[in-house]
């Protein structure tokens, strides 16, 4: 089966720099990618997802990267704000199977 | 506005005493699903339903029930609750092949 997994459980990070999250894969044939943000005491929310016939997907301060080969993904937060702080979950599935989930990365916003 | 709602959104009860945990959601959704989250080990799926009256274990089903009846509602069922089924559920809704919308929670604690 699919195993999602982090490379850092927690990132922290100047305001105004970018961030990177980064996600590993383990079944090549996973084709759908989304990335998760968990504030405390609240649901994980949809950021931005991207399918495997793609490599790169924007959104407002945000890209997702998509490598197939090594089978990583990665989220790139431009310009992190304090707003940013959360933990940060990738998502990853393989047609109409469930959602599995990395365990999330805790990104710390210093002022 | 489109939401998941859970109720309660916190409960202490007591080993043995049976509980449901409601979940419904306005968007018309076809996917339902439950997960918990516990530290360290990030968010597992307990049961999903792809529609009415079709529902599936996911990676931790031991201990609970689920039925979907209507295409809004998904209750959790705990039938003889236990201290190991202390933790934060989530439930989640979706059209087929797009991102999960969450609700913000249930957190259960059992004595």
């Known amino acids: 089966g699919e195993s999602v997994g982090l490379h850092l459980p927690t990132l922290s990070v100047q305001e105004g720099d970018n961030s990177i999250i980064n996600c590993a894969y383990s079944n090549s044939a996973s084709d759908y990618f989304i990335w998760y943000k968990q504030e405390s005491g609240k649901g994980p929310q949809f950021i931005i997802d991207?399918?495997?016939?793609?490599d790169k997907r924007q959104g407002q301060r945000v890209t997702v990267l998509l490598n197939k080969t090594v089978k990583h993904l990665s989220l790139q937060i431009a310009a992190t704000q304090p707003g940013d702080s959360a933990v940060y979950f990738c998502a990853v599935t393989v047609g109409n199977t469930p959602l599995v989930f990395g365990k999330g990365t805790r990104l710390s916003v210093i002022a | 506005e489109a939401q998941v709602t859970q109720n309660p959104r916190y409960l202490i009860t007591v080993t043995g005493k049976k509980l449901t945990v409601t979940c419904s959601q306005n968007?018309?959704?076809?996917?339902m699903s439950w997960y918990r989250q516990d530290p360290g080990l990030g968010l597992r799926q307990i049961y999903y339903s792809m529609n009415v009256e079709v529902t599936d274990k996911g990676d931790v089903p031991e201990g609970y029930k689920v039925s979907r009846k209507e295409k809004r509602n998904f209750p959790l069922i705990l039938e003889s609750p236990s201290p190991n089924q202390t933790s934060l559920y989530f439930c989640a809704s979706s059209s087929q092949g797009q991102p999960q919308h969450f609700g913000d929670g249930t957190r259960l604690s059992i004595l």
């Open positions: 968007m018309n959704h076809e996917y």
């Open positions: 991207i399918r495997s016939n793609m």
